[in-house]
């Protein structure tokens, strides 16, 4: 069974905009989330993470939010770019083990 | 740094054949990770290592997959008999002790006719 949800496989954002991803998540035991990017045929790369004690974690243009009431996280990009094109991945892990749980991607376009 | 490295690319095979897949991880990493992509389950571990040992491997299908770390510098995902439903993207992944930290390789493209 899937414990993390990205039910949108797809989003188009105009250029300028805010994107927005969303993640959800069934294991109430996790308490570390993280946010990787794909590129076409490359594997997926780290972009931002937060920890179950915090409820927003912001580097740059990315901000994470996370809603643990309603288990519920989700990725901003502020202004999306079209070099933000990509598949994010949103990934869970529970109690400083090291294996991800990860979602099934969401595939952001940015139309320039 | 090369960063992780795994071969083939690219493997086409028929349905009953071997497959071998290669990865290098990142030197003086101590964690291993293999993972399979699919458009349905996204991306799922199938084992992990630490220090060269199977920590982990029950995300493994079932006994037609293997995975082998012999030392710190690879290891191999063997699937015996390959079957159709075997097709995926089978990616590497090395950390040094730390989740967020979990390095991808390219991956390896499988497609079993």
């Known amino acids: 069974d899937q414990q993390v949800k990205q039910n949108s496989p797809s989003l188009s954002v105009q250029e300028g905009r805010i994107s927005i991803l969303n993640c959800d998540y069934t294991n109430s035991m996790f308490d570390y989330f993280l946010w990787y990017k794909k590129y076409p045929a490359e594997g997926p790369t780290f972009l931002i993470s937060?920890?179950?004690?915090?409820d927003k974690n912001e580097d740059g243009r990315f901000t994470v939010f996370l809603n643990k009431s309603a288990k519920h996280l989700s990725l901003h990009i502020v202004p999306s770019q079209p070099g933000d094109s990509a598949v994010y991945f949103c990934?869970?892990?529970?109690?400083?083990?090291?294996?991800?749980?990860f979602g099934t991607g969401t595939r952001l376009t940015v139309i320039p | 740094d090369a960063g992780v490295i795994q071969s083939p690319r690219h493997e086409v095979t028929e349905m009953g054949q071997e497959v071998t897949l290669r990865c290098k991880p990142i030197?003086?990493?101590?964690?291993l990770f293999w993972y399979r992509q699919t458009m349905m389950r996204g991306l799922e571990l199938l084992i992990y290592?630490?220090?060269?040992?199977?920590?982990?491997d029950s995300g493994m299908p079932e006994d037609r997959f293997s995975a082998k770390m012999p030392n710190a510098s690879f290891s191999t995902l063997k699937i015996q008999p390959s079957e159709p439903r075997d097709s995926a993207v089978y990616f590497c992944?090395?950390?040094?002790?730390?989740?967020?930290?979990?390095?991808f390789g390219p991956g390896t493209r499988l497609l079993v006719l």
């Open positions: 992944a090395s950390s040094f002790g730390s989740v967020e930290t979990q390095y």
């Open positions: 990934a869970a892990s529970e109690g400083g083990a090291n294996n991800l749980f």
């Open positions: 030197s003086g990493h101590d964690y």
């Open positions: 937060i920890s179950s004690i915090k």
């Open positions: 290592f630490n220090n060269n040992v199977p920590i982990d």
